[in-house]
């Protein structure tokens, strides 16, 4: 009896360590989805996070990337994170405010909010661990914030030097609540359309227009169906790096901790991600004319107000769905940014 017992607890441990062993030697790939394009400064951005990651992993962890929409919108794949059937991916934030019902975020895209990209930056990091809350809730892990830019208008038949322009116009819309309404209230018609069907929507006349960053209108190739492009900078839009929970909490710990980095890493991962688009971002405008053959015309301070002023009614509409102590926290932070700038 007591051999047998002895045999039997040999196996067990045996068993173990063999188990163990697989694990540490074990292979994890994941699986990553955006609609940001090949070849760009988003891809380099990332490549600087995946790269530590599977380094910190010794190579037990390799990321899959799947590009420029090749898995679908920003929509569908957010929620596909969600439900553990995508690993991982990048996304704008009024995307993942529209896949996820998580209208809180959507505060950070309302209508002439920040000032500078300093600004923005700092609310954003300032806002880090709310909203890192509330997208845990929703099974989804925050990484990392990453940035598109400023928003401007590229449209096929004329400039748009004042809110008037836009009246009547079919211009596309983010699927987003805040960019439907910021539409609405200049009296245009705004078409929701997923980021892989836009370019088609332009040529085919299915819209008149849209508004994206000088960088992104370019690498999408939406602005070969524009013939001008308006410098307005309505809206500042993030973006963030997120981990599927459910693909997390499979990983061994050791693991866990290089996919997920520490708050020094984030730090420099952002500041860095954030400086390869913007510098980008302001080669790609200073010569987009010669290059794009498209019609740049920049807005006055004067011109930009009128649009500000256009569209202060988005933010009443929407303060009851982000919620008031959102709203008043985020006002908070940029209050408390440019009363130290002054």
């Known amino acids: 009896m007591k051999k047998t017992l002895v045999i039997s607890a040999f196996i067990i441990s045996q068993f173990s360590i063999l188990n163990s062993q697989f694990a540490f030697s074990q292979e994890y ?45 920003e929509v569908e ?35 002439y909010l920040f000032n500078s990209d300093e600004e923005a930056d700092a609310v954003m990091d300032a806002m880090y661990d709310k909203m890192s809350e509330i997208l845990l809730k929703k099974n989804v892990i925050l990484v990392q914030w990453g940035t598109n830019g400023w928003r401007s208008f590229g449209t096929k038949s004329k400039p748009i030097t004042k809110p008037a322009d836009l009246k009547g116009m079919k211009m596309r819309s983010q699927e987003s609540e805040v960019y439907e309404k910021f539409y609405k209230a200049l009296g245009a ?56 929970k459910k693909m997390f909490d499979k990983l061994p710990e050791d693991l866990r901790k290089a996919v997920l980095p520490n708050a020094e890493a984030k730090k420099a991962l952002q500041n860095s991600s954030r ?16 290059n794009t053959g498209a019609k740049v015309t920049i807005l006055t301070e004067q011109q930009r107000a009128e649009f500000k002023k256009a569209t202060q009614g988005v933010y009443a509409a929407l303060e009851p769905k982000i919620g008031k102590d959102v709203m008043q926290m985020v006002l908070a932070e940029i209050a408390k940014y440019r009363a130290v700038k002054k």
């Open 29 to 73: 790939k994941i699986k990553f989805g955006s609609v940001i394009p090949k070849d760009s400064p988003w891809e380099a951005g990332l490549k600087e996070y995946t790269k530590e990651a599977e380094n910190k992993a010794g190579g037990r962890v390799v990321y899959k990337m799947y590009l420029a929409g090749m898995l679908g919108g």
């Open 77 to 111: 794949m957010v929620k596909s994170i969600s439900m553990g059937t995508l690993d991982a991916g990048a996304f704008t934030t009024a995307s993942i405010a529209e896949a996820l019902s998580i209208p809180e975020l959507q505060v950070f895209e309302m209508p």
């Open 189 to 244: 018609t705004p078409v929701p359309i997923a980021t892989p069907d836009v370019l088609v929507s332009l040529k085919t006349g299915m819209v008149d227009g849209f508004d994206q960053t000088p960088i992104y209108s370019v690498a999408s190739g939406w602005i070969t169906a524009a013939k001008h492009y308006t410098v307005s900078k309505h809206i500042y839009q993030p973006g963030a790096v997120l981990l599927s």
């Open 275 to 290: 400086s390869l688009v913007r510098k980008d971002d302001a080669e790609v405008l200073a010569n987009l004319a010669k």
